[in-house]
């Protein structure tokens, strides 16, 4: 099965650690990690098989990745596929954002910590739409969390934009279009 492995370097790059294991090596897939560091801490969030449908599980290190928290932290908590997660950290704080499928649709949630990972806030679904959102990315500066991705629009497919000014707790609603194409837009990207 996919597990997700960590190695560090304390040399610029120049050697890296043994890789060691962050997923539980129990037989069920892990796949698509995604990593964020702040100061010492350092954050792995993926995609896991729990038995019945995938979620989101989270380990953090205090320490720049000698010794990760056990066990993971499942963030999603779902009974749906919680899929292809994104992280970002800044501070204290630790965001990180994912597509679910629920009833035939795909929509954008978040999660936040504000205690260096090591509890999550309830998800939130910030696309707050039906069809099928996704390529979902999310950045972070001082108390400003920003997350973009691609959903249906009224005739094609668009980017729209969220943001929060108070660390993640409420995002404008509704999202902003900010591609109002009548072609295909996809694949956003962002940085702040």
Do not use: C, M
């Not at 892990?30 to 792995?44: K, L, R």
């Not at 995609?47 to 979620?55: A, C, E, T």
């Amino acid at each position: 099965s996919f597990e997700v492995f960590f190695a560090t370097s304390t040399n610029g790059g120049q050697t890296f650690s043994t890789a060691e294991p962050l997923s539980e090596e129990d037989g069920n897939e892990s796949s698509d990690p995604q990593i964020s560091s702040e100061g010492n801490n350092v954050y792995v969030v993926w995609q896991d098989f729990n038995p019945g449908n995938f979620d989101i599980f989270s380990k953090r290190s205090s320490d720049s990745g000698q010794i990760f928290s056990t066990p993971p932290e499942n963030i999603s908590e779902s009974t749906e596929d919680s899929l292809f997660p994104q992280i970002s950290s800044e501070g204290n704080n630790v965001y990180v954002v994912w597509q679910e499928f629920i009833s035939g649709n795909s929509i954008i949630f978040f999660s936040f910590s504000h205690d260096n990972g090591q509890t999550f806030s309830t998800p939130d679904n910030i696309s707050e739409n039906t069809g099928f959102s996704g390529g979902q990315q999310i950045s972070s500066e001082g108390n400003n969390v920003y997350v973009i991705w691609s959903a249906p629009a009224p005739s094609t497919s668009d980017i729209f934009f969220s943001f929060s000014h108070d660390n993640g707790q409420t995002f404008n609603t509704p999202p902003d279009n900010l591609s109002e194409s009548t072609g295909e837009s996809s694949r956003p990207q962002i940085s702040s």
